[in-house]
Structure formats: structure tokens, C-alpha cells
């Protein structure tokens, strides 16, 4: 590989990343910011093989969280079943009462999955999270790769790499096939969401109008935009960037003010595709993570491919027992919380937190989980024109049509504190392109 | 999808005017700047008076650094400029990543000239930047609908500033004849007795500028 060229062009395609507003926003001290989001150009490699392995272990997993929803908000047979305890399904916050019964369009739940994954030193793949509410982050590869092919043309020709600006046009499928005629649309909270560039960058190139709540009206039992001379045109798919309980405040938060009065009524009826459907957070709650590879063996009678990372369950004395003994050795995560907050290493705790933790944790057993800590494989960035380790994840996507597509890319995310295994870019982690080899 | 909404609509023609605040007010100021060096120390109030913004400045360094770069001054060039990203940032999908980087890139000059001892000098990128803008756009937007509002605001915001300065006829009539002969190539709802107007006031032989201002001001219907 011609990587001189690669890296040597780094501080450019930065430059150009900024040229074209790729950003993030954030609030800090009630102030809004935008953020560049840093980009090293030393890539994930993964090796074709690899992915082929990745891609089976993705499709199963996401097919069988679909089904999970279903059956959740349907019949319930997991739950009778004894597989999932009821506990961890109606305590959840992810839960919606209001999806009882609810069928999306071609009874899609999950059309973008972001799947959170990390290598461990001996190469073995981990799941560490299931996003199926709004995962972002596809359009930082997707630019960067374009990048650095005009940097550094001469890597790309003869390496054998995946393109990756598919990502667009398999949005676009993803849209269109549950599409209840109409329009396609991506309803935006506004520019002052932290991913607005996602969602204005994805408009553009899937075709589709960026909208906000306001532009957009339910009349009839059907879901329209209005244009600037008051004609209606009707929308048939809808992927919200916004929170299920902000997605309509006559269903949901009645404080909304972005979203849509009476969409989830037409919705109910059929009458419009959400992506991803309301509801989906029962299913990548951090308690139900636990149960994803029984739920693979329940629906599909088959044993998971990808493994989560080891995962106790303090709801069960078996699991609190063990974590209370090895407490030290243990991440602890707060099932409610997203964005690398709500993450603790118990290793990291003074006398007096792990003293007042641990009584939270008696007391509000379902509130937590523990995992092992896995020893990530690190990846290399340029740090001051050296390279230099740091830990890495992997957010991979699968978009479902009639079948799950695993995109050939994903988001690799890295700490740039070196003691650190946050890589949110929340918390300033950087991010890499993906590439997935081809031969 | 082809089809856009008021709140678009009205976006577009924001940017188009604040765009043209941003490129007309810096070529002002440079050459203001460059007067009250040795010619007219205290030129500064004669400029915020005739572009009616209030003289809040202490002296003639302080308004040479805040008019020009103060966030916080809302008539200042950079409040303009800053406005005209505002607008820019959530059309991506109308006018295209390209042309956005260019008031993107806009905003990062002006930042750079800010910290800059040489400010006039660096002022120039801004204005560079903001002419590719108009000059992408021009090329690369599809919809002859989205190009003609951002010329709409900019010629509502050139006719406005030059009437401001009571400039001469033939600035104003050539830019009333331009706005005359594209306002009904857009889908912007206007009050054709306000068009009639500033077509009649350019040509008279003594300009009424106060009644032009609140002509082309008032074009547009709310």
C-alpha cells in the first residue's frame, strides 16, 4: 500500500472536511457549538474474510431483533416463553405502550441498525451495543473516503477496497421499499441537533427533503408537506432523526414542539413508513443487550455468531453475586444512558464512589449491567507525525429492505486520550475511514 | 423532491441578502477604513449615519475592529456574515454541499482575518469566497426557481443599501431593472404596487432614497 500518501495528506483533507461543515454539535455550559470532528487517515483495514464473517453475525443479530420487537409489541411469546423476564421489557424505557398491536409498514422495525462492535487482541469480534433507534455517523466515512481518494489517488487504485459511497443509494432503498406512496423525507429537530450535518448531508444525496415538524401536516389520514404556494404533496416515508417521544405530541411528549400532531395515528393506519419504527428502544436497552443472543436461539434456532462482550445482569442474585466479587475488574453501565455517559470502570472509583455505588447498585439492581473489560485491539493514529495506539470501536450498519444489507464501510471511532476507552465524539474521540477489502 | 417550502423560500431569499450585506458592506468599510486614515479621522459616524445603524462606537479603532468582527455587535459585518451561514447551513439540500462550503469557507476567513494584525488584507478572502458562492450557485443549482430567489435577495438588499447611500441614478436603475426583470421567475409572493414603485422613483430626476428603502424593504408579502 502507497500509505505514505495516505497520511501525508491528512492535515488537507481535514481542512476540506471543514471546507464542507462536517461537524457535530454539542451544548456545553447551555452554550451551543460546532465541533469539527477530527479524522485520522490511517484506516481500519478489514480483511475480506473477516467481513464475511461479520456480515452473517450482523444479518442474524438484526433479523432477530426485528422479529423481538415484533413478537414484543405482538404476541409476546418470548415473554411467556420465559427467554426475556417481563421485568426487563416493561421497565424499560425503550418500551412504548402505545405500539401494542402497532405493525409498521412490511413489517419492517429496524431499517438502519448501528451495530457498536470491538476487536479484542486475539482478533475475536464483540458486540458492545445495538442502536435501532437513530444511530448516526455513516456520512463521516462516506466523505472522507471521497477525500481521500482525491488526496491520495494511488492507494485506492490497486488495494482493492469496497467503495463505500453506496451508503446513500442503500438509504434510499431502505426508504423506498416501505415507502407507502409519496415522498421520501428526513425530519430534522433542527440545525441545532449535534448531527445536523448527517441529516442535511443525507438529504442531499438520497434525494430526499429535509423537513422539520412544522413543514410537515396530517390531513385525512395521510401525511403531506406543504409547499411555499400551500399545495400538498404527500409523504409515504419518513426517516426521523428525532426521539420517539418527540415524534408527536398528541401520541407521545405532549410538550413536543418538532414533531408532527396525529403522525403516529397514520402510522397506526398504515398510511406512512417511520424509520426506524417507535418503539424500537426495547430492543437496544443495555439490560435486553443480555438476552440478544437467547433471542437469536429462540427465533432462529441458531446459535449467535458475534458475541457480546461478557455481560452480568446484577437483576440476577447468580450475576450480582459475581459482580459484588469482582467488582474491580468490571465496567459498569447505566442501561439508561447513551453517548459513552453512564459509564464507570470500576478500577477508576475512589474508596467512597465504589462505597456509595454499590449501595445504588443494591438498590436499583436492574438500573445496571457489568461487563468484562475487553482488552481492544488498538489501532494505530498519526499523532504529531508518529503513530501512535489507541482504542477503537467499530459502528457497523445494517440497513434492512426485504433482506439486511451490511453496508462494506462503518464508523471507526478512537479515543485520542490514550488511558482512555471512551471514543464518543461527544467526549472528543476522533473518527476513521472503514475499509473492507474486496479480494 | 422539486417542490419547496415557505419557510425555504424565504431562507433563500435571506441568504441571497445577507450574502450581498456581507460582500457590499466589506467593500465599504475597506474603503472607509482606508479615509479615515489621514483624511477623515472621524469618518465613521458619517458611515453609520448613512447606512442608518446605530453609532455605538467610541472611536475610530473601535469601530474599525467591532463593526467589521464583533459578534456581538448584530450590524456588524460579521453578524451578517454569520446570519448568511445560518441560513446557508439548513439548504444543503437546495443548493448543494459545494456551494455552502463557499459561505462556510467565508466564515473561516473572517475568523482568520479577525486574529489578523492585517485584517483588510485578509477581508479580501471573505469577499472572494462570497463571489464564488454567487458564481457556483449560478452554475451548479438546478432550479432556476432557487437561483432566481437568491438574486431576488440580493438585488432587494443591493437596491436597499445603495439607496441608503444615496447613490447615483444609473447604480439604481440597473439594479431595479435587473430585480423588475426576475421577480416573476420565482415563486416569491410580492406586492406588485411596491415593484411599480421603486421602477417609477429610480427614474425621477430628484430620487425620493427614504421612500425607495421602504419600497423594496416592504416587496415582499409576509
Known amino acids: ?439 | 423532491m422539486g417542490i419547496i417550502s415557505v419557510e425555504h423560500t424565504y431562507r433563500l431569499y435571506w441568504l441571497g441578502r445577507y450574502s450581498e450585506r456581507v460582500y457590499t458592506t466589506a467593500g465599504l468599510y475597506a474603503k472607509s477604513f482606508d479615509e479615515m486614515l489621514d483624511l477623515h479621522v472621524d469618518g465613521y459616524a458619517d458611515f453609520c449615519r448613512r447606512l442608518d445603524i446605530p453609532n455605538i462606537y467610541t472611536s475610530k479603532e473601535d469601530f474599525c475592529r467591532r463593526y467589521c468582527f464583533d459578534g456581538a455587535d448584530e450590524n456588524s459585518i460579521y453578524s451578517n456574515l454569520l446570519r448568511a451561514y445560518d441560513n446557508a447551513v439548513v439548504l444543503r439540500e437546495e443548493i448543494g454541499s459545494e456551494p455552502l462550503a463557499y459561505i462556510q469557507l467565508a466564515v473561516y476567513e473572517m475568523n482568520k482575518a479577525k486574529l489578523s494584525e492585517a485584517p483588510l488584507i485578509e477581508l479580501q478572502r471573505v469577499t472572494d469566497n462570497i463571489l464564488a458562492f454567487w458564481g457556483i450557485t449560478d452554475d451548479l443549482i438546478e432550479s432556476e426557481n432557487v437561483r432566481n430567489i437568491i438574486k431576488i435577495g440580493k438585488r432587494v438588499e443591493r437596491i436597499d443599501l445603495l439607496a441608503r447611500l444615496h447613490m447615483s441614478r444609473e447604480d439604481l436603475r440597473r439594479e431595479a431593472c435587473r430585480l423588475i426583470g426576475r421577480i416573476d421567475r420565482t415563486c416569491l409572493s410580492y406586492h406588485k404596487e411596491n415593484l411599480e414603485e421603486i421602477g417609477r422613483l429610480v427614474e425621477a430626476e430628484e430620487i425620493d432614497y427614504y421612500r425607495l428603502v421602504v419600497a423594496v424593504e416592504t416587496l415582499l408579502e409576509d
Open chain 1, 1 to 439: 500500500m502507497r500509505d505514505f500518501d495516505l497520511y501525508a495528506h491528512t492535515e488537507q483533507v481535514n481542512e476540506l472536511l471543514a471546507r464542507y461543515g462536517v461537524k457535530f454539535g454539542i451544548y456545553k455550559n447551555n452554550e451551543f457549538r460546532e465541533q469539527l470532528f477530527p479524522f485520522d487517515a490511517i484506516p481500519r483495514v478489514i480483511e475480506k474474510a473477516d467481513f464475511e464473517y461479520l456480515e452473517r453475525g450482523l444479518k442474524q443479530r438484526v433479523i432477530a431483533l426485528n422479529l423481538f420487537i415484533r413478537d414484543i409489541y405482538g404476541e409476546k411469546k418470548i415473554v411467556r416463553d420465559k427467554v426475556v423476564p417481563e421485568e426487563f421489557i416493561y421497565a424499560s424505557s425503550g418500551y412504548l405502550a402505545q405500539c401494542e398491536g402497532v405493525m409498521p409498514p412490511r413489517g419492517v422495525y429496524t431499517h438502519i441498525a448501528g451495530i457498536d462492535l470491538v476487536q479484542a487482541k486475539d482478533g475475536g469480534w464483540y458486540i458492545l451495543e445495538d442502536n435501532l433507534r437513530v444511530p448516526s455517523g455513516a456520512s463521516y466515512p462516506v466523505i472522507a473516503r471521497e477525500l481521500c481518494r482525491r488526496s491520495s489517488p494511488k492507494t485506492f487504485e490497486d488495494i482493492g477496497v469496497e467503495d463505500n459511497r453506496n451508503y446513500a443509494a442503500l438509504l434510499k432503498w431502505t426508504m423506498d421499499y416501505v415507502n407507502t406512496g409519496g415522498h421520501n423525507v428526513i425530519l430534522t429537530p433542527g440545525r441545532y441537533n449535534a448531527a445536523y450535518f448527517e441529516h442535511s448531508f443525507l438529504a442531499e444525496q438520497t434525494g430526499a427533503h429535509l423537513v422539520s415538524g412544522r413543514e410537515l401536516t396530517v390531513e385525512g389520514d395521510h401525511l403531506y408537506f406543504i409547499d411555499y404556494s400551500g399545495r400538498k404533496e404527500r409523504i409515504g416515508a419518513v426517516y426521523r432523526r428525532i426521539s420517539d417521544e418527540y415524534l408527536d405530541p398528541m401520541n407521545f411528549n405532549k410538550e413536543s414542539l418538532i414533531g408532527i400532531p396525529h403522525i403516529y395515528d397514520i402510522y397506526r393506519k398504515g398510511n406512512v413508513a417511520l424509520l426506524n419504527a417507535p418503539g424500537n428502544g426495547v430492543a437496544d436497552d443495555k439490560g435486553i443487550y443480555y438476552f440478544v443472543p437467547k433471542m437469536i436461539k429462540y427465533y432462529l434456532g441458531e446459535d449467535a455468531i458475534l458475541n457480546n462482550a461478557p455481560t452480568y445482569l446484577p437483576f440476577y442474585k447468580e450475576d450480582m453475586d459475581y459482580v459484588l466479587e469482582h467488582f474491580d475488574r468490571l465496567v459498569l453501565k447505566d442501561v439508561a444512558e447513551a453517548g459513552g455517559y453512564g459509564v464507570v470502570f470500576a478500577d477508576k472509583m475512589t474508596k467512597r464512589e465504589k462505597e456509595d455505588f454499590l449501595v445504588l447498585l443494591k438498590n436499583e439492581p436492574r438500573r445496571f449491567i457489568a461487563q468484562e473489560v475487553i482488552d481492544f485491539r488498538d489501532i494505530d493514529i498519526m499523532e504529531d507525525g508518529e503513530r501512535v495506539p489507541r482504542k477503537a470501536d467499530l459502528r457497523a450498519f445494517v440497513l434492512m429492505g426485504e433482506e439486511p444489507v451490511v453496508w462494506k464501510s462503518g464508523l471507526t471511532r478512537f479515543s485520542r486520550n490514550p488511558d482512555s476507552f471512551i471514543v464518543n465524539s461527544s467526549q472528543g474521540g476522533g473518527f476513521k475511514d472503514t475499509w473492507v477489502l474486496s479480494r
